[in-house]
T-cell receptor, first 117, second 113 residues
Framework: DTEVTQTPKHLVMGMTNKKSLKCEQH?????MYWYKQKAKKPPELMFV???????INESVPSRFSPECPNSSLLNLHLHALQPEDSALYLC????????????????FGPGTRLTVL | GNSVTQMEGPVTLSEEAFLTINCTYT??????LFWYVQYPGEGLQLLLK?????DKGSNKGFEATYRKETTSFHLEKGSVQVSDSAVYFC????????????FGKGTSLLVTP
């Protein structure tokens, strides 16, 4: 299984809602990532988890709260978002988050397209 | 800091034309280099990679060679198809940035019949 799955595929939420995005992989990868991608732009790194511990937070606002319950699962909890947070949210995983070569080759999921009204 | 520069798009080609998308990088140390492709409405797929100088990555008819002397990793394909229409991202990862991917701005490719 070389797939990263993400649910839901689409999400529409109001600014007062609380919702969660889910990401799952069964490749035995120990690093997982959240990226945000606006239209016609490259992905921007948000968070990196390594061995279920948060290792990088790219100064993301606290209305985004990541969680890594186990090595296969990564969640992104959303609360009090703004319309400018509307974007495609991509999850990725790699064997580890350190080391060159195939160890940090990242596999991406299809993304969740989020619209904040 | 590390950075990746890609040629500006969009690039429009006729089917069976030769494709080159230029990518140059700035990095300290010895980064790994990647090309990712994003089809409309989808996530990113790894197209090819190279982890050291003079390595050539290849996949689905696409090729790129890691050139340390020119700090480049240009993407080429001899004969493009309509199904190659997508956005192509050049990226690097390096130890001094925690091996997080550093993307170029992306190049949109449209192949017409």
């Amino acid at each position: 299984d070389t797939e990263v799955t993400q649910t839901p595929k689409h999400l529409v939420m109001g600014m007062t809602n609380k919702k969660s995005l889910k990401c799952e992989q069964h490749m035995g990868h120990r690093a997982m990532y959240w990226y945000k991608q606006k239209a016609k732009k490259p992905p921007e790194l948000m968070f990196v988890y390594s061995y279920e511990k948060l290792s990088i937070n790219e100064s993301v606002p606290s209305r985004f709260s990541p969680e890594c319950p186990n090595s296969s699962l990564l969640n992104l909890h959303l609360h009090a978002l703004q319309p400018e947070d509307s974007a495609l949210y991509l999850c990725a995983s790699s064997r580890t988050s350190g080391g060159a070569g195939s160890y940090n080759e990242q596999f991406f999921g299809p993304g969740t397209r989020l619209t904040v009204l | 800091g590390n950075s990746v520069t890609q040629m500006e798009g969009p690039v429009t080609l006729s089917e069976e034309a030769f494709l080159t998308i230029n990518c140059t990088y700035t990095a300290t140390g010895y980064p790994s280099l990647f090309w990712y492709v994003q089809y409309p409405g989808e996530g990113l797929q790894l197209l090819l990679k190279a982890t050291k100088a003079d390595d050539k990555g290849s996949n689905k008819g696409f090729e790129a060679t890691y050139r340390k002397e020119t700090t480049s990793f240009h993407l080429e394909k001899g004969s493009v198809q309509v199904s190659d229409s997508a956005v192509y991202f050049c990226a690097l990862s390096a130890s001094d940035s925690g091996y997080a991917l550093n993307f170029g701005k992306g190049t949109s490719l449209l192949v017409t019949p």
